[in-house]
């Protein structure tokens, strides 16, 4: 960069020019001194300025003027600033620097901190000729030194008088009319202000001279040293001189900052630059004492601080009623004590009992904020909500009940067992009235239930899957053998490269937005892939000599609840059935905390929205049907009717609404409803129960329902797989049969995005 220093009212004998980086970092300050060019009323100089390589791109630049050669002494002026450095370009940057020297001689006045004891005399100056005249001449704090001015000499007549200066300069011995002096304080020094006395000889207390400005302080007179402490000390006139009380100064730099201040005398009579050092300060923007947490120290002056604090413990620099404090919690819904804990004590969200009714409410804060209230609403005419869409039944009349997910205020609803079917409701390809308005698909072009799935050609025709989930914006995962992997991320519209880094068998696979992770069951081992990093965590986790089934999982704060379901093989030895087996962790990548639990039948699925109606099945072939329930409070599962059989069909797939409400279906086109205490089978979608069997259930409501159903080949005959949906009614095929193909599981949002998977790479998208 290209740096020029100009000067006005001097001419620096030497300037010295530093630069650093402006953040403090890398190497220290690099300085150069170069000599004053000019006038002795201004000039400049101009230098060429390299940064240091350690440094960054903004340099922080301070130039010093002296009056000296060499840049000897203390600097009479300064002056700082900051240029950026471009790689490629010349930076441009000047710096003025200002003193004060009045008559020319090169050395500015001592009220602008220079060294000048008469800046309008060129011939008093430090390299001025001491003469005998009352005048420091050479700028030391003496006056007429060597002439011995005051000392008793003897004039030509024989009396007594005291050297005096003449007016050449020189010094003479002249007795002169009152020439003694009272010298009441002994400092050999006559009081200047005193009546004096005429004699030949001096008189005893009297002394030859009336230079004392202070005779009754033996401390002051022109051969003490001026002190800092508003006095004339050495009689010369002048008070303070040499020490530039009052010019301007800064304190030392701290983190590229110096504080403004002025040179003032100490206790000790010395003078010293009073302004404060910077200190290291945190924003408090709210007034409450405490420091921004999030926000960097910068360097503050003393006449800078207000607003700014030596602390940085305020959690929300923006709220005064939130900072560090072991008192003062708020239910507000804020971290008023910045513990990290939001309305501690305060148990929000616990059931209570509204107006003392049976109606179930939340404990809320109170108005006031130092409390809780119990928030619902007592019971009152209300409508059943069988599908949990906030519209209540059509066509039933209203009955006392409290309000909550199963009774609404509303009675619109035209079909209470789907939550896509309701007034208002986007109207969807799916053989229904969703808007309630009359129409069925109305304006929409929907595929006929003989059109094809749509298939997917990622992963190849060869490849075995087993398992699908869905997650976030069009997100899709599917698992299989093989060590397979696949997936299409949220928002995309195909499907990326295999996933190869999970090594296993993988039967099932639960894809978690929130945490963007995949979590697979399989053979012998469980695994979680990371999306993002592409990399996979697996391992037994209490797997060994067990395969997982079914894997699902539960999002919370922070993290989630896995659970994986399966069996364990070979058979035990003392056994004569295959047992299954239950794994429940926290999804950690390493498998801690992972606790396993074996039951008496093999588990194929598991599902639910909550702990509280999580569901997992099973059973044997031929003979039983099982359904498990989780024990929330022992962190197992248990079965259902004190281990009664749930039909005497295996269970291969589960779905779980809400605690009140899930489906299960199995072998032999088995369908069973459960209502969180006991179970009813219904019919299924087979026209005979020797057709085949059901693997894959997706459910959105009681009149939605969506199966697939796999028949074996039989003869000539190949192997088929079929996707039905029920209305509540009736159920009809979705799509064309695939002939020839094992369809393994099923997966939807809605009936608009429906997805199924199986062997021979089918993965398939409807419509």
Same mark, same amino acid.
């Given at each position: 960069?290209?740096?020029?220093?100009?000067?006005?009212?001097?001419r620096?004998?030497?300037?010295?020019?530093?630069?650093?980086?402006?953040?403090?970092?890398?190497?220290p300050?690099?300085?150069?001194?170069?000599?004053?060019?000019?006038e002795?009323?201004?000039?400049?100089?101009?230098?060429?300025?390299?940064?240091?390589?350690?440094?960054?791109?903004?340099?922080?630049?301070?130039?010093?003027?002296?009056?000296?050669?060499?840049?000897?002494?203390?600097?009479?002026?300064?002056?700082?600033?900051?240029?950026?450095?471009?790689?490629?370009?010349?930076?441009?940057?000047?710096l003025?620097?200002?003193?004060?020297?009045?008559?020319?001689?090169?050395?500015?006045?001592?009220?602008?901190?220079?060294?000048?004891?008469?800046?309008?005399?060129?011939?008093?100056?430090?390299?001025?000729?001491?003469?005998?005249?009352?005048?420091?001449?050479?700028?030391?704090?003496?006056?007429?030194?060597?002439?011995?001015v005051?000392?008793?000499?003897?004039?030509?007549?024989?009396?007594?008088?005291?050297?005096?200066?003449?007016?050449?300069?020189?010094?003479?011995?002249?007795?002169?009319?009152?020439?003694?002096?009272?010298?009441?304080?002994?400092?050999?020094?006559?009081?200047?202000?005193?009546?004096?006395?005429?004699?030949?000889?001096?008189?005893?207390?009297?002394?030859?001279?009336?230079?004392?400005?202070?005779?009754?302080?033996?401390?002051?007179?022109?051969?003490?040293?001026?002190?800092? &402490? $508003?006095?004339?000390?050495?009689? @010369? =006139?002048?008070? %303070? #001189? +040499? /020490?530039?009380?009052? !010019?301007? *100064?800064?304190?030392?730099?701290?983190?590229?900052k110096?504080?403004?201040?002025?040179?003032?005398?100490?206790?000790?009579?010395?003078?010293?630059c009073?302004?404060a050092?910077?200190?290291?300060?945190?924003?408090?923007?709210?007034g409450?004492?405490?420091?921004?947490?999030r926000?960097?120290?910068?360097?503050?002056?003393?006449?800078?601080?207000?607003g700014?604090?030596?602390?940085n413990?305020?959690?929300?620099?923006?709220?005064?009623?939130?900072?560090?404090?072991?008192?003062?919690?708020?239910? &507000? $819904?804020?971290?008023?004590?910045? @513990? =990290?804990?939001? %309305? #501690? +004590? /305060?148990?929000?969200? !616990?059931? *209570?009992?509204?107006?003392g009714?049976?109606?179930?409410?939340?404990?809320?804060?109170?108005?006031?904020?130092?409390?809780?209230?119990?928030?619902?609403?007592?019971?009152?005419?209300?409508?059943?909500d069988?599908?949990?869409?906030?519209?209540?039944?059509?066509?039933?009349a209203?009955?006392?009940?409290?309000?909550?997910?199963?009774?609404?205020?509303?009675?619109?609803?035209?079909?209470?067992?789907?939550?896509?079917?309701?007034?208002?409701?986007?109207?969807?390809?799916?053989?229904?009235?969703?808007?309630?308005?009359?129409?069925?698909?109305?304006?929409?072009?929907?595929?006929?239930?003989t059109?094809?799935?749509?298939?997917?050609?990622?992963?190849?025709?060869?490849?075995?899957?087993?398992?699908?989930?869905?997650?976030?914006?069009?997100?899709?995962?599917?698992?299989?053998?093989?060590?397979?992997?696949?997936?299409?991320?949220?928002?995309?519209s195909s499907?990326?490269?295999?996933?190869?880094?999970?090594?296993?068998?993988?039967?099932?696979?639960?894809?978690?937005?929130?945490?963007?992770k995949?979590?697979?069951?399989?053979?012998?081992?469980?695994?979680?892939?990371?999306?993002?990093?592409?990399?996979?965590?697996?391992?037994?986790?209490?797997?060994?000599?067990?395969?997982?089934?079914?894997?699902?999982?539960?999002?919370?704060?922070?993290?989630?609840?896995?659970?994986?379901?399966?069996?364990?093989?070979?058979?035990?030895?003392?056994?004569?059935?295959?047992?299954g087996?239950?794994?429940?962790?926290?999804?950690?990548?390493?498998?801690?905390?992972?606790?396993?639990?074996?039951?008496?039948?093999?588990?194929?699925?598991?599902?639910?929205?909550?702990?509280?109606?999580?569901?997992?099945?099973?059973?044997?072939?031929?003979?039983?049907?099982?359904i498990?329930?989780?024990?929330?409070?022992?962190?197992?599962?248990?079965?259902?009717?004190?281990?009664?059989?749930?039909?005497?069909?295996?269970?291969?797939a589960?779905?779980?609404?809400?605690?009140?409400?899930?489906?299960?279906?199995?072998?032999?086109?088995?369908?069973?409803?459960?209502?969180?205490?006991?179970?009813?089978?219904?019919?299924?979608?087979?026209?005979?129960?020797?057709e085949?069997?059901?693997?894959?259930?997706?459910?959105?409501?009681?009149?939605?329902?969506?199966?697939?159903?796999?028949?074996?080949?039989?003869?000539?005959?190949?192997?088929?797989?079929?996707?039905?949906?029920?209305?509540?009614?009736?159920?009809?095929?979705?799509?064309?049969?695939?002939?020839?193909?094992?369809?393994?599981?099923?997966?939807?949002?809605?009936?608009?995005?429906?997805?199924?998977?199986?062997?021979?790479g089918?993965?398939?998208h409807?419509?």
């Open positions: 960069m290209s740096l020029t220093v100009a000067y006005s009212g001097f620096p004998r030497c300037l010295r020019v530093s630069a650093v980086d402006a953040a403090g970092q890398g190497a300050a690099h300085s150069t001194d170069v000599a004053g060019k000019g002795a009323t201004g000039g400049e100089v101009k230098l060429a300025v390299f940064r240091d390589p350690s440094w960054g791109s903004t340099l922080q630049l301070r130039v010093e003027a002296f009056e000296r050669e060499g840049c000897v002494g203390t600097a009479v002026a300064r002056t700082d600033g900051q240029a950026a450095v471009v790689e490629g370009q010349v930076t441009q940057l000047t003025a620097l200002s003193a004060r020297d009045a008559d020319g001689d090169g050395y500015v006045e001592a009220a602008s901190g220079g060294s000048d004891c008469r800046d309008d005399a060129a011939n008093v100056s430090p390299d001025g000729t001491e003469r005998c005249d009352g005048v420091d001449n050479n700028c030391d704090g003496q006056r007429d030194e060597g002439f011995s005051g000392q008793l000499c003897t004039t030509a007549a024989g009396c007594q008088s005291a050297w005096a200066c003449a007016a050449d300069g020189t010094r003479s011995c002249t007795e002169t009319q009152g020439q003694w002096r009272p010298d009441t304080d002994g400092d050999g020094f006559g009081s200047s202000t005193a009546p004096g006395k005429t004699a030949c000889l001096q008189p005893a207390g009297y002394v030859a001279n009336a230079l004392d400005c202070n005779d009754g302080n033996n401390k002051v007179n022109p051969n003490a040293a001026e002190r800092c &402490d $508003g006095v004339d000390n050495n009689c @010369d =006139g002048a008070k %303070d #001189e +040499g /020490f530039n009380v009052g !010019a301007a *100064c800064t304190s030392a730099v701290v983190n590229g110096s504080c403004a201040g002025a040179r003032a005398c100490l206790a000790d009579g010395t003078a010293a009073n302004a050092t910077p200190v290291m300060l945190y924003p408090d923007a709210d409450d004492g405490q420091g921004s947490s926000a960097a120290a910068e360097p503050r002056c003393a006449n800078e601080t207000a700014w604090v030596a602390n413990t305020d959690c929300d620099d923006g709220d005064a009623t939130v900072k560090k404090q072991t008192t003062g919690e708020l239910c &507000d $819904g804020k971290d008023n004590t910045c @513990d =990290g804990v939001v %309305d #501690e +004590g /305060f148990n929000l969200g !616990a059931s *209570c009992n509204v107006g009714q049976p109606c179930a409410g939340k404990l809320a804060c109170n108005a006031a904020k130092t409390g809780t209230q119990c928030v619902g609403t007592a019971k009152v005419p209300a409508y059943p069988d599908d949990r869409d906030t519209r209540g039944k059509a066509g039933v209203a009955v006392n009940e409290c309000l909550g997910p199963d009774f609404v205020t509303s009675n619109d609803d035209c079909d209470d067992g789907d939550p896509f079917v309701k007034p208002g409701a986007p109207e969807l390809c799916d053989h229904k009235d969703n808007n309630c308005n009359g129409s069925v698909d109305e304006q929409l072009a929907c595929r006929a239930d059109d094809p799935w749509q298939r997917e050609s990622a992963g190849g025709t060869t490849a075995q899957w087993y398992s699908v989930s869905l997650f976030g914006n069009g997100g899709v995962a599917v698992a299989g053998q093989g060590s397979q992997v696949l997936l299409r991320v949220p928002g995309a499907f990326g490269p295999t996933a190869q880094s999970c090594v296993g068998e993988w039967q099932g696979v639960w894809a978690d937005a929130s945490s963007g995949l979590f697979l069951g399989g053979e012998l081992r469980l695994g979680v892939y990371n999306i993002a990093q592409g990399t996979c965590n697996s391992g037994s986790w209490g797997q060994s000599s067990s395969y997982s089934r079914g894997i699902f999982g539960i999002p919370k704060t922070g993290g989630q609840d896995v659970y994986a379901v399966g069996e364990v093989r070979p058979v035990p030895t003392g056994q004569n059935a295959l047992p087996r239950s794994v429940v962790w926290d999804g950690a990548e390493n498998g801690n905390n992972a606790t396993t639990k074996d039951h008496t039948f093999p588990l194929y699925d598991v599902h639910g929205t909550a702990r509280s109606n999580l569901l997992a099945v099973g059973g044997t072939p031929g003979t039983k049907g099982r498990y329930q989780f024990d929330t409070v022992n962190n197992f599962f248990a079965p259902v009717g004190n281990g009664t059989d749930q039909g005497d069909q295996l269970l291969r589960v779905w779980a609404l809400h605690p009140k409400l899930a489906y299960a279906v199995g072998d032999a086109n088995t369908v069973m409803r459960f209502d969180g205490a006991s179970t009813v089978q219904v019919a299924g979608p087979l026209a005979s129960a020797s085949g069997d059901l693997v894959a259930l997706v459910a959105f409501g009681r009149n939605a329902l969506y199966a697939v159903a796999y028949t074996p080949a039989s003869g000539a005959t190949p192997q088929q797989s079929r996707v039905f949906q029920f209305d509540g009614s009736t159920w009809r095929q979705v799509g064309a049969p695939l002939s020839g193909v094992r369809l393994r599981d099923l997966a939807g949002t809605s009936p608009e995005n429906l997805w199924v998977v199986g062997e021979d089918w993965i398939a409807w419509p």
